[in-house]
């Protein structure tokens, strides 16, 4: 007899289900028994509209159980007519349709017997099963919520812990993740540290519930310890004498691809019911998506931290008369990296430039844009760029790497696939010595100055457009002092916008903050900034608008030493005494190289060492003759006399550096000679022959100089060489005096 011949007989139905279209196969038996017209395919509304709608909703919950374990899905069934009466009771089977059915279900369905009247009915049950139902409903709400909001692995773990099941919490947790072929430890609740090392770093080959779950994808249910031992005969003695009396093993799966496994242990039986293990099903797919977004943001907090801190310099605070602090606070959204950045660039003759700004957006391509930017001034700033000009040549750079499509195929905003951005910065080169700053300004917010006796005001600078709106965009450059005791700072727009405030209203709350942190150190006055605006005294100062947005922040300060202003003792900085001629030698007036020799002479007139004055007057020579013979421009010649401080004499003052100490004995001079002029080409050295008439410029530099070297201007370079003065007869050279400008490496 004929399977379809037995079922028929039986009165017994069989159906196909694919749960991922909905579609639902039936025989005639099966059409017959759920009210059907007959046997064909039907949609899931037309099979839904047969069912109670409570039996419906639990039939989907065990079929999805069913296919996630490889287990059977057994219920009772209400089939009802239209007008919702209940026509009958039929008992449903079914199970995946083979090893690899995907989201397929097979089953059959048969006619129940009508209950006796004192019997227990479908409808009696499952109202009877309410209570837990609610129950059970609650509990999963609550650990969604929780595991939703739980922002790092740690947090997920101390929720998963707290979780109260509905009248079987377990008393063991454990969290299995996956390194390699082997398990590794999330985290476990219940159990002491040295429970742990018997299952760290276990192969996912070896005859262990959490092993097997991993490589399965299927959960391991085991509900006495009998089981346990019969299942898991050589791992059970690990177990043992733990004392649980049921385990349960689900499979961690994001995105249909197993990441782990989750343990849950009870110190009582529990049978593993369909709906307990729907439950435990049901957590294990929440903590499963729970972990892997704690994962990602954790990643993605690391590779901020990492660009940032790649991107942005170290502050060098030792600058001669002054003081410098940095912030920086990125957005609190996404990858948390953005365009906003500070950099502290050293410039020849003990200056320095401070640079801060802000590339559009808040997003990797910011951050790059940034990066390539700060890179770019840095290297305009070397070649000895006034601030408009590194301005402008920044511009230009910046327009020219924003018209380009951004790899990788991707659509951007902007035409032909481009991703226009702009930047706004501010380039300030500051001579410690006297407090004079140049400022050029890329429509960056102005700097803020705090006086010695407390006031404070917005300093306006002249300035232009933002970075990379037009490639050949002007910017003006304001000259401003700082005054002993002043205070300057500048800032991007995140640092006064924060919280809702507008440019005005920012204003005053940074005002208000300084003002309470005047007299500290400036690393105290910065944080204090930046707590007054990100930190929790924020949301009572919020602003006019109504949302509390968040942004970038930048923020450098910057004080001359002096009284009351809590930087250190008021110093003041040394002011070497210097002799200085400059010379031009013109292509045309090669007689005038006599002339250079001549006045390097009358400026020597007291050196003690007759020797160094004929090596100098034999290099500045030979230096201004090569611009001549070289290129064809003219020879600029800049010499100057610098007056320095013994470092190992006794002073009146020890704590104070020499250089600042104004009763501190004389020590020796330095003598410095540039010769610029206007050619790119950089000097070679050769190895000249023995009868060679040209070739030993350098040679002669390198015998006869305490230090040389080549810097690249603006538009050209300058040829430079030092001479530290020496009593007649000393042997070798006296060591460069600390705090006078260093020799660049050549």
Request: proline content about 8%.
């Amino acid at each position: 007899m004929r399977s379809e011949d037995v079922l028929a007989a039986t009165a017994t139905g069989l159906w196909r289900w694919d749960t991922a279209t909905g579609q639902v196969e039936v025989d005639a038996p099966a059409a017959r028994l759920l009210g059907l017209p007959g046997p064909e395919t039907y949609g899931e509304a037309a099979v839904r509209s047969r069912f109670h709608p409570e039996d419906w909703v639990e039939m989907r919950r065990l079929g999805t159980l069913a296919l996630a374990e490889g287990t059977v899905a057994e219920m009772r069934v209400r089939v009802v007519a239209d007008d919702g009466t209940v026509l009958r009771t039929v008992r449903s089977r079914s199970q995946q349709a083979g090893e690899d059915g995907g989201g397929f279900l097979v089953g059959l369905v048969q006619e129940l017997p009508e209950p006796d009247p004192g019997g227990s009915h479908p409808a009696a049950a499952a109202a009877g099963a309410g209570e837990w139902s609610r129950s059970r409903e609650a509990f999963l709400l609550d650990a969604g919520r929780a595991l939703a909001e739980a922002r790092s692995t740690d947090e997920v773990l101390r929720v998963t812990a707290s979780l109260s099941m509905p009248g079987f919490s377990p008393d063991g947790l454990a969290v299995y993740g996956i390194d390699g072929n082997r398990l590794k430890f999330h985290g476990y609740h219940g159990y002491a540290p040295e429970d742990v090392p018997p299952f760290e770093q276990m192969p996912l080959d070896a005859p262990y519930p959490a092993s097997e779950v991993i490589r399965t994808g299927r959960a391991v249910y085991l509900s006495s310890p009998e089981e346990y031992a019969e299942r898991y005969p050589i791992t059970w003695p690990l177990i043992a004498h733990f004392g649980r009396r049921s385990w349960a093993y689900v499979p961690l799966t994001v995105a249909g691809r197993t990441t782990g496994a989750w343990m849950a242990a009870f110190n009582q039986p529990v049978s593993f019911t369909a709906d307990e293990r729907s439950v435990l099903t049901t957590v294990g797919r929440m903590l499963a998506q729970a972990l892997s977004r704690a994962e990602a943001e954790e990643s993605e907090r690391e590779l901020s931290v990492g660009i940032q801190r790649s991107m942005l310099p170290t502050v060098r605070p030792e600058v001669p008369g002054m003081t410098v602090a940095a912030r920086y606070v990125p957005t609190g959204g996404g990858l948390q990296v953005g365009g906003d950045w500070y950099d502290m660039i050293p410039l020849p003759g003990d200056r320095l430039a401070l640079v801060i700004g802000d590339v559009q957006g808040h997003d990797v391509r910011a951050a790059s844009l940034m990066g390539q930017l700060r890179i770019a001034l840095r290297a305009y700033a070397a070649e000895g760029h006034h601030p408009d000009a590194v301005l402008s040549r920044a511009s230009r750079f910046l327009s020219g790497l924003v018209g380009e499509e951004p790899s990788g195929g991707g659509s951007s905003p902007g035409d032909n696939g481009a991703d226009p951005r702009f930047a706004t910065c501010l380039y300030a080169e500051v001579d410690p010595a006297t407090g004079t700053l140049d400022i050029a300004r890329a429509g960056h917010p102005h700097p803020v100055t705090r006086m010695s006796d407390g006031t404070m005001m917005i300093r306006e600078t002249a300035g232009g457009l933002p970075l990379g709106i037009f490639p050949d965009s002007d910017y003006p450059t304001t000259r401003l002092v700082l005054e002993p005791g002043e205070l300057m700072m500048f800032c991007t727009d995140g640092l006064i916008e924060t919280g809702g405030h507008n440019m005005q209203t920012g204003w005053l709350r940074l005002r208000e903050a300084i003002s309470e942190h005047a007299g500290e150190p400036l690393e105290e006055m910065a944080d204090g900034l930046i707590e007054a605006v990100v930190g929790p005294s924020s949301h009572r100062t919020t602003g006019p608008l109504s949302d509390r947005r968040e942004d970038d922040i930048a923020l450098l300060l910057l004080c001359r030493n002096g009284p009351g202003c809590g930087c250190g003792p008021s110093e003041q900085v040394h002011q070497p005494k210097v002799r200085r001629t400059v010379m031009s030698v013109a292509q045309a007036e090669a007689h005038r190289l006599s002339e250079t020799r001549h006045s390097l002479r009358d400026l020597l007139h007291d050196w003690a060492d007759p020797e160094q004055v004929d090596a100098a007057e034999l290099m500045i020579s030979e230096m201004v003759t090569n611009v001549l013979m070289h290129t064809d421009g003219d020879a600029v010649v800049v010499a100057q006399v610098v007056s320095g401080y013994a470092m190992d004499a006794p002073r009146a003052h020890p704590d104070v550096h020499p250089l600042d100490d104004t009763h501190a004995p004389p020590g020796p001079r330095r003598l410095r000679v540039d010769v610029a002029d206007s050619s790119d080409e950089l000097p070679h050295r050769r190895s000249p022959g023995e009868m060679a008439s040209s070739g030993r410029g350098l040679l002669l530099l390198e015998m006869l100089a305490d230090s040389w070297g080549v810097d690249p201007r603006g538009e050209g370079k300058c040829t430079w060489f030092e001479l530290t003065e020496r009593q007649p007869g000393a042997a070798g050279d006296v060591p460069a005096t600390p705090g006078l400008p260093a020799p660049s490496p050549a």
